[in-house]
């Protein structure tokens, strides 16, 4: 296999992303007024983080290489808005904990999208079928508020995260083998593994709550 020249670039956007949304948590987390704020406008927060990945997702192809990466980082900084919420519920080694768990699970599958030779084209269905599933269940479970139904929507939302992280690494490649501008595949790239990351390790973070209650 050809080394692939954009996934460097995919992985320095990705950790750019996951340090600015986990060092914005944690600097929420330890100021009070700063947490007050993001609890006062939790829902504009949580409306403008779905807005802007939908917004990112669509126009990415259409963006300058700047935009998207300033689109990016945007969105990274939001989210660590919301996580302030997770580091003031969790001490910091619980949390570094689970990050090192889901660094460890993310990385595994990275390396099998990478290597493996089977084609996971058809995966992306599944996944996107199986995530749909799950976020319907999600807020039938807000009505049912069923601890053993939660506990299994985890489980498979781990599983379908697991399997989005090999095949995202596949997809990647794949488009840089059709000539997909390099700079802004890079923020794609970036940006679909850092969703991958992100819900690893929140799935993770709420099967330890559990043992932890």
Do not use: H
Request: charged residues 10%; aromatic residues 18%; hydrophobic residues 60%.
């Amino acid at each position: 296999m050809e080394k692939s020249k954009v996934l460097p670039k995919v992985f320095m956007w990705m950790f750019i992303g996951l340090l600015i949304t986990f060092g914005t948590g944690y600097f929420i987390s330890t100021n009070s007024n700063m947490l007050s704020i993001a609890n006062d406008f939790y829902i504009i927060f949580a409306l403008l983080q779905i807005g802007i990945v939908f917004y990112l997702a669509s126009r990415i192809t259409k963006m300058s290489a700047t935009s998207a990466q300033t689109w990016f980082l945007i969105y990274s900084f939001v989210t660590g808005i919301t996580f302030g919420f997770i580091f003031a519920a969790f001490n910091l080694g619980t949390i570094m904990f689970v990050f090192l768990i889901a660094a460890a699970v993310f990385g595994i599958f990275a390396l099998f999208g990478y290597f493996t030779k089977m084609n996971l084209s058809k995966m992306g269905s599944y996944l996107g079928m199986g995530l749909l599933a799950v976020i319907l269940c999600l807020f039938l479970n807000i009505f049912m508020q069923n601890s053993s139904f939660d506990l299994i929507i985890t489980i498979i939302s781990l599983i379908i995260f697991i399997g989005f992280t090999a095949y995202d690494i596949k997809k990647i490649i794949a488009l840089e083998e059709q000539g997909f501008p390099e700079e802004n595949l890079a923020i794609y790239g970036a940006l679909e593994l850092y969703l991958d990351f992100i819900n690893l390790f929140l799935n993770l973070l709420k099967l330890i709550a559990r043992n932890r209650d």
